[in-house]
């Protein structure tokens, strides 16, 4: 078992994985403001954005304008999503910080979201590297591998078929990998399995969770994969987010409540929760009408931990 690490980096990813799935479009406006409070409550790495086509994804569409901001923010780590090689180029204009690609572990489903093998997938994530490099960009790249854990269309996914992949994207030139339990199939006992054996051709490049609470298991495979060494996890603020191929999925780890977590046991996040709660409620109103979820702003900071107390372990 890896050595527990501290401080916890939390990834927002709420207002792109959020978002897209979510049918209304949020004003960019709202989107500016939502990244001016999430950086003024210690929040230091978002994820702003995406770049695919505006007729597929219309919610995402002014992700330049928005990645042109959040560059104004100082420290912060500006990361885009970027689903194939034009992507990858326009966040290599837009001057992002980081560049996320997905790379489904399940070929049903990489077929499904990216009409491609994963095997194409890999080719392409070349390209994207030898792309980058040539440019002279220090932009990160970054492979999330999705359906680590199981699929809802294929099934099973065999952990030897990840771990196949992850060497292969490292291989290619990739700074850094991270699983992700796209549906929610995961289990604390999986997760610690599968980090076990990533961790072994990986190293430290293995730099990333993402978990789903689905089926109510969110939280502990976040623990599950802090106790074998990851110290950074995707999560969405107010719990929103999903995968489109995952119906009935009550979407990502909430962002509160894995800060109340690690302050809890004294893992410094660099979060202020009590401003995190005041932008949840910001952007519950924003959102108005749509399921949210998450644990912690119903019952708040209990008596043993008060709301200054939270914002110093920060």
């Known amino acids: 078992m890896q050595p527990r690490p ?13 978002l897209q799935s979510i049918s209304r ?13 999430a950086h003024a ?10 770049f695919v086509p505006a007729r597929l994804l219309p919610q995402l569409a002014d992700t330049a304008d928005v990645v042109a901001y959040a560059k104004t ?43 491609k093998s994963p095997d194409d997938v890999v080719q392409e994530i070349a390209q994207i590297c030898a792309a980058r490099d040539a ?19 294929q099934g099973r996914v065999a952990h030897g078929d990840v771990v196949r992949l992850v060497t292969a994207v490292l291989d290619a030139g990739v700074d850094r990998v991270g699983l992700a339990d796209t549906v929610g199939y995961a289990d604390p006992a999986m997760v610690t399995e599968l980090f076990g054996r990533t961790f072994a051709v990986a190293g430290r490049r293995l730099a990333c969770a993402h978990f789903h609470d689905t089926r109510g298991l969110g939280i502990a495979n976040v623990m599950a994969a802090w106790q074998a060494g990851i110290a950074r996890f995707d999560a969405c603020l107010a719990g929103i ?45 924003w959102l108005d009408g749509e399921a949210l979820h998450g644990t912690l ?18």
């Open 297 to 314: 702003w119903r019952a708040g900071l209990p008596k043993t931990m008060r709301a200054d107390t939270a914002a110093a372990s920060a």
């Open 73 to 115: 923010l100082p420290g912060l780590v500006v990361s885009v999503l970027v689903p194939n090689l034009k992507g990858a180029q326009r966040a290599l204009e837009c001057g992002a910080d980081s560049m996320l690609v997905p790379l489904s572990a399940s070929p049903a489903h990489s077929l499904a979201n990216l009409r």
């Open 6 to 18: 501290t401080p916890v980096i939390l990834r927002e990813v709420g207002l792109r994985d959020g």
């Open 241 to 285: 987010g999903g995968c489109p191929h995952a119906p009935g999925a009550s979407g990502n780890v909430a962002t509160e409540d894995l800060a109340y977590l690690f302050a809890s046991m004294g893992a410094p996040t660099g979060v202020d929760i009590g401003r995190l709660l005041a932008l949840r409620g910001k952007v519950a109103g």
């Open 25 to 37: 479009v949020l004003p960019t406006a709202q989107k500016l403001e939502w990244l001016r409070d």
């Open 41 to 50: 409550a210690g929040q230091r790495e978002i994820e702003v954005g995406s």
């Open 135 to 153: 440019s002279g960009s220090r932009c990160e790249i970054e492979v999330g591998v999705s359906t680590a854990f199981g699929c809802t269309i």
